[in-house]
Structures are given as structure tokens and as C-alpha cells.
């Protein structure tokens, strides 16, 4: 059995970090950030259609964990995606235009938000079955190993979703095979209305790694260091052929389930406390501001940028045209 490792905080000093890094982590974490109210102001308007659920709150974690991969590695995502999607380096303009159910989408506009992919970037998919990721990821990771790559893939999934049998047997499987797998659960307290305490039989997702020999690791989804460090651990290590791992990221669900939940399970004082204390992008400002490492007119110019290209995003996907009827049954199989 696989001993548990402590938990895990940022350790590097933030000198210790390179510029290119740094920018990384801020730029990512805002565009996710207003990409997503971006898409919540058009779906209010009517103008994104289907079901939409936001990453809010939760940014530090795709971004964390995406600037340890490579273009050539594999994430396959969640119900929840934008934020994998978008920190994985799929084109805003074609992830809007997507949004929009426009022919100009990165799945011409067949996908929508719940079945986005970009494979383009080692983007296998958003998903709309809880729990469809993990045997997907594995599969993924197989082919990695057969073809002797030191490619990993990473399976995000809630932590609703880790009491799906999918996640046992691929859990099992990726062990038993020593397969470059990465389980990163995203544990935002809640799957859908529900409290994951009152589903779930450990406190702590990470727990459940050792019923498969494999490290279980916890550390704070909501500091982007923090993330950024334990994944790069554990991405190493699957690198080198040393098999799976569970990284539980703690985090919180910020906005509602999907937009338009009426949020009757919880009181907006514990979901305004939250972001106070804990939303990531504060947090990040505030520790590079104090150690000096970054000014605020760079994060602002950081932050004016990635506003512009959202901008176009936005135009673009508003002025792309429907996808042809007589597109219906293209690209349904390979
Ligand atoms: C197999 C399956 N069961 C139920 C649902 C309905 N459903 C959609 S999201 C969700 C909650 C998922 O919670 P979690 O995995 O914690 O992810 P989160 O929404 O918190 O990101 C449920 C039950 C579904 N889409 N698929």
C-alpha cells in the first residue's frame, strides 16, 4: 500500500518562480474568469443556447495543473470544462463560437458547452455523463504507454463523480498498469444541490487512492502555487513511469450549479464569505504584489489584453453563421 503524503502547500519562494510562469497563472486564471461571465451575460440574453454550467471560483486549478503539460498531453474534462479548455490553449474565438452553436465552433457547433473538445490541444472532451471521463482518460494513458511517449493524461472530475463506478475501475486498471494517469478530482463541496459530505464516504477524496496503491494528495485548489507545485510532482513522476495518482484540489463552486440555479441548498452569505476569504485571482494579485515580483500596471496590462481577445472572441462567434442543416450527420463517425 502506498504511504499518504502530506499535505501539500506552495513551497518555492515566489522569486523562485520565472516571469513567463507568472504571467501564465494571471492571464489564464482572468480569462477563464471573463470568458465565463462572458458566456453567463449571453446565455441570460438568449443568445447561447443549451445548458451551461461556469468554472467560477475554481480557476487556479486548470491552470495550475495545465502549465505542467504539454500540447501533446491528454485532458479529458467535465460537464464543467471551459476552464480546462481554455487553459489547455483552445482558440477563444472557436470555444465562443461553440458556445453559440455556430459553424465556426471547435466542434462546429454540434458540442456546445457541455461537449466541447479541441483536439487540436490534447483536449479529448467535456462531458456530459458524470463520471465519463475516467475510463476515456485511461485509454488515453494506454495508448500513451504502448507508444512509449512519456505523455500523461489528466482526468478531471468533481467530487460527485468519484462515487461513480467509472472511477473505481479505471482507479484499478491505471494502477494495476501503471499508466501515466492523473485523477484530479476538482472538490467544490457540492454535486449539483448536495453537500458532498453527506454522499461520500471519506473526508477526503485523496483517501480512496490508497485502495489503489497509488499517492493520494491534497492541496488547496484555490492557491494556483500551491496547485502548480503538487501537480508538477505528480506529473513527473507519471512521466518517469511510476503509474497514477489521486490530487484532490479543494476549492468552491462559486456561482450556481448551472446558470440559472435558483440555489435554494445554500445562503448567499456563505457563498459571498467564500470569495472573500479565498477567490483565487485576489489571492494571486495580493501575493505578487507584496513580494514584489509583479507590478499592478503589468497585471493590468495582462488583464486589458486578454479583455480584447475576449472581445473578438465575442464578435467573432456573434457574427459566424448557424451550421447548414445538411450538416446535420457530418463528422458522427470516424
Ligand atoms: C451519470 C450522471 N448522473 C447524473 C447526472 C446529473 N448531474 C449533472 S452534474 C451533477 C453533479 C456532479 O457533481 P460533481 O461531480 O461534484 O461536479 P461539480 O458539478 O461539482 O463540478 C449531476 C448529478 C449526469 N449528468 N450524469
Redesign the pocket.
Known amino acids: 500500500m502506498c504511504a499518504m503524503p502530506e499535505r501539500k502547500e506552495a513551497v518555492l519562494p515566489l522569486t523562485g518562480y520565472d516571469r513567463e510562469a507568472l504571467k501564465f497563472f494571471y492571464e489564464t486564471m482572468v480569462k477563464i474568469r471573463n470568458f465565463e461571465l462572458t458566456v453567463e451575460k449571453y446565455f441570460f440574453e438568449g443568445e447561447i443556447p443549451g445548458f451551461v ?1 461556469l468554472y467560477i471560483g475554481e480557476e487556479a486549478i486548470a491552470t495550475g495543473v495545465m502549465a505542467n503539460l504539454r500540447k501533446s498531453d491528454y485532458i479529458q474534462s ?3 470544462g471551459h476552464g480546462h479548455t481554455i487553459a489547455k490553449g483552445a482558440d477563444l474565438k472557436h470555444m465562443m463560437a461553440e458556445l453559440f452553436g455556430k459553424s465556426t465552433g471547435c466542434c462546429k457547433g454540434k458540442g456546445g458547452s457541455m461537449h466541447i473538445a479541441d483536439f487540436s490541444v490534447g483536449m479529448l472532451g467535456a462531458n ?5 471521463g475516467f475510463t476515456m482518460a485511461t485509454g488515453a494513458a494506454l495508448a500513451q504507454k504502448m507508444q512509449k511517449t512519456d505523455g500523461v493524461s489528466v482526468a478531471f ?6 462515487n ?1 463506478g467509472t472511477f473505481h475501475e479505471a482507479a484499478n486498471m491505471a494502477a494495476v498498469w501503471k499508466l501515466p494517469v492523473i485523477f484530479l478530482c ?1 472538490n ?1 463541496q ?3 444541490t448536495t453537500p ?1 459530505l453527506t454522499t461520500t464516504s471519506v473526508a477526503d477524496i485523496a483517501d480512496r487512492a490508497q485502495g489503489y496503491g497509488m499517492p493520494g494528495v491534497i492541496v488547496d485548489g484555490n492557491d494556483v502555487f500551491a496547485v502548480y507545485e503538487a501537480a508538477k510532482d505528480l506529473i513527473d513522476r507519471a512521466r518517469r513511469g511510476e503509474g497514477p495518482c489521486i490530487l484532490e484540489c479543494k476549492t468552491y ?1 462559486i456561482k450556481g ?1 448551472f446558470v440559472g440555479d435558483p440555489e435554494m441548498y445554500r445562503t448567499k452569505k456563505e457563498v459571498q464569505q467564500v470569495l472573500e476569504e479565498t477567490d483565487p485571482i485576489p489571492r494571486f494579485e495580493k501575493k505578487v504584489l507584496d513580494a514584489g515580483v509583479m507590478t499592478r500596471e503589468e497585471l493590468d496590462s495582462i488583464a486589458a489584453r486578454v479583455n480584447k481577445e475576449l472581445n473578438e472572441a465575442l464578435e467573432y462567434a456573434r457574427t459566424s453563421p448557424e451550421p447548414e442543416v445538411s450538416a446535420l450527420f457530418e463528422g458522427l463517425y470516424v
Open positions: 454550467h467535465t460537464h464543467r456530459g455523463i458524470v463520471g465519463g472530475f468533481g467530487d460527485g463523480a468519484s461513480r476538482e467544490n457540492w454535486a449539483s458532498y463552486r450549479h
